[in-house]
């Protein structure tokens, strides 16, 4: 099994925000996460990228557990993830976000990168063009020497993926990747997302946008109130009574 | 009538065009750093050349002395940097690195005979060590904490110092350090130290340009931004933040080295907070974010307290009243957004004689 959640449980004060939830995601597959808004769809990322830790339960990745393993461990690990209010590094410009995001893959310390012996710099020229590449790909490559803080907001959401997926990740946690975007852009990441697929990526997105989650994803998980009330195909999910009751009629 | 003022031309925009011209490959442009190609610019040659001959077109001893303070001060500044402007913490504790430095200078050199060459990188390494010890604890805080947390850092270490008299003198210090030499050659004319500080200085300058450009100052500016976004791409936040402030201070016991050998002196007086919050004022008023921004901080703050000195009581306010303005007039500091600033003031005149003439 590629990730397993075991009878997750998370508190915050008194609030129960995650409630006995067991999930599991195939390798190769999207799943998406849907639930109104405080239904702990966030929480459930925070505990399995390693920001926060479960009260109890157990999480496995790749046959090993990594419940409550810092976030740079569980990074190293290969699970990428973005975030919901972005986390954009502005004082870089757009490609040494990119490259950024190549750190693990990149050989060298404080004492040879200062000296900058051939290793590093080889390292560090290879990277270059990998992110030029991956920005290419991503149709943000004419803005490759703008500061990441001068992008549109659509953009920022894109090199947020584009640099998650630099530290070529084997599971990638998507926080509402299509949040404010335009009809367009969100078609286009549709398409992004299924290509990643194509190449063995396995995704876990948050997704409010219904139609982008029911178009990609093969399998998608509804919370409510911190409890896993639905899971299946998304042909089987739209149809059933308490998503419709708790997700779609009462707003 | 906007278009009307921008077909006329004179020929002092012409004049004013060579002046920006010369200014744009001399002074550094606001984002120096995030310009990563691996050459070398004119710009950086011009610096290297004005710093090899300003001496000889200067021969004045005690401007080289003043030039001598500044360069240690640039290489205090050039450590606090990687730490303040790049990665973003602040920390008022260098100081107490560069006390590191100038004790183990002199204790090596003095109690032990070493040669003052060998001494110098042991006071590297020495104020690495201390770096190490201190801040595992000490970067778990952020902002003013740690501040504070170093603020008391640099108080325990001039305690130290003070009480531990056997080691080192106490309040009076150790004297008679040797000057600085190395294979057989004696730096101890001010000319002769002035090139040995400077070149000390170029060399660290490398050192840190190379860092800031790697990984590891991407590592840096990202956790200065955000460190729960660097964190997700892997980068273990904690240890960078370490690393960088071991870096800053060994540049720093590197400095305290070369002012024993220069100076031939070691007292409590010279590590004392003033120090410290000198040093975090050059590295701002330079410019943060920026390497030659805390230099230029550095020459420009040890100029202006040695040409005050000779106003005596009223040298204190000019002080302060020359930091504010600077501070109101240049948010970014004087290395960072000189160039903006000075395009600015120079086509001001031209920009208010047309503003009258088109009347909007």
């Known amino acids: 099994m590629f990730l397993r959640l075991e009878e997750i449980t998370k508190q915050y004060g008194g609030v129960q925000a995650l409630n006995g939830i067991s999930l599991q995601v195939e390798r190769g597959t999207i799943k998406g996460v ?88 080889e390292d560090e020229k290879r990277a270059m063009r990998e992110a030029k590449e991956m920005l290419e790909q991503f149709g943000l490559f004419g803005r490759w020497k703008w500061f990441a803080s001068q992008l549109a907001y659509g953009e920022q959401r894109r090199l947020e993926i584009v640099r ?88 | 009538m906007v278009d009307q003022a921008q077909k006329e031309f004179r020929t002092r925009d012409l004049l004013y ?109 020495m104020a690495a060590i201390f770096a190490l010890l201190i801040g595992k604890p000490l970067l778990k805080l952020k902002g003013y904490f740690l501040a504070l947390a170093t603020l008391g850092f640099g108080e325990i270490f001039l305690v130290l110092v003070r009480e531990n008299a056997s080691l080192t003198g106490g309040v009076i210090g150790i004297f008679n350090i040797p000057f600085f030499s190395f294979a057989g050659f004696t730096f101890d004319t001010y000319l002769k130290q002035y090139y040995l500080i400077w070149g000390v200085l170029t060399g660290l300058v490398l050192f840190s340009k190379n860092l800031v450009r790697s990984k590891m100052g991407r590592a840096c500016l990202a956790v200065a931004s955000s460190e729960e976004g660097a964190s997700a791409l892997g980068i273990d936040v904690a240890w960078i933040k370490l690393g960088v402030f ?64 000779r106003y005596q009581e009223y040298s204190l306010p000019l002080y302060g009243v020359i930091l504010i303005l600077l501070l109101i007039f240049f948010p970014d500091g004087i290395g960072t957004r000189l160039r903006v600033r000075l395009i600015y003031l120079i086509s001001y005149f031209g920009r208010k004689k047309r503003r009258e003439k088109v009347n909007l």
């Open chain 1, 34 to 121: 849907m639930g109104p808004n405080g239904a702990g769809k966030s929480t459930l990322f925070h505990l399995i990228s390693g920001m926060e830790k479960p009260d109890s339960g157990s999480i496995w990745f790749k046959k090993k557990e990594i419940t409550g393993r810092p976030l740079h461990e569980i990074a190293r690990l290969g699970v990428g993830r973005t975030f919901q209010t972005l986390q954009i590094f502005g004082n870089m410009t757009v490609v040494e976000n990119v490259m950024t995001g190549m750190h693990m893959r990149i050989r060298g310390g404080i004492l040879s990168s200062g000296l900058s012996l051939p290793w590093t710099r």
């Open chain 1, 164 to 251: 998650a997926l630099a530290a070529k990740p084997d599971l990638l946690l998507l926080d509402e990747p299509a949040a404010g975007l335009t009809y367009p852009e969100a078609k286009q990441l549709a398409e992004n997302l299924a290509r990643l697929k194509e190449n063995g990526l396995t995704l876990l997105l948050i997704e409010h946008h219904m139609g982008l989650v029911m178009e990609i994803a093969d399998e998608v998980a509804v919370l409510n109130k911190g409890e896993l009330i639905a899971e299946g195909p998304p042909e089987v999910v739209k149809k059933d009574p308490s998503v419709i009751e708790a997700y779609m009629v009462r707003k």
């Open chain 2, 17 to 125: 065009s060579i002046a920006l011209w010369f200014l744009s490959w001399l002074i550094p442009d606001p984002q120096l750093h995030y310009r990563r190609e691996y050459k070398f610019k004119k710009r950086d040659l011009f610096y290297l050349s004005a710093v090899l001959v300003f001496p000889l077109i200067w021969p004045d001893p005690h401007i080289h002395h003043l030039m001598v303070l500044a360069g240690i001060h640039g290489i205090l500044a050039l450590g606090l940097t990687l730490f303040l402007g790049y990665a973003g913490q602040i920390s008022l504790g260098q100081a107490a690195f560069f006390g590191v430095g100038a004790y183990t200078t002199a204790v090596l050199t003095t109690r032990y005979g070493l040669p003052s060459f060998l001494a110098f990188w042991a006071s590297a390494i």
């Open chain 2, 246 to 309: 071991t870096v800053g201070a060994a540049f720093a016991g590197l400095a305290g080295s070369l002012f024993a050998s220069v100076m031939s002196t070691a007292n409590p007086e010279t590590f004392s907070l003033n120090l410290s919050v000198l040093i975090v004022m050059m590295v701002v008023l330079g410019g943060m974010g920026n390497l030659y921004g805390p230099i230029a901080g550095a020459i420009f703050l040890t100029v202006l307290i040695d040409r005050l000195s």
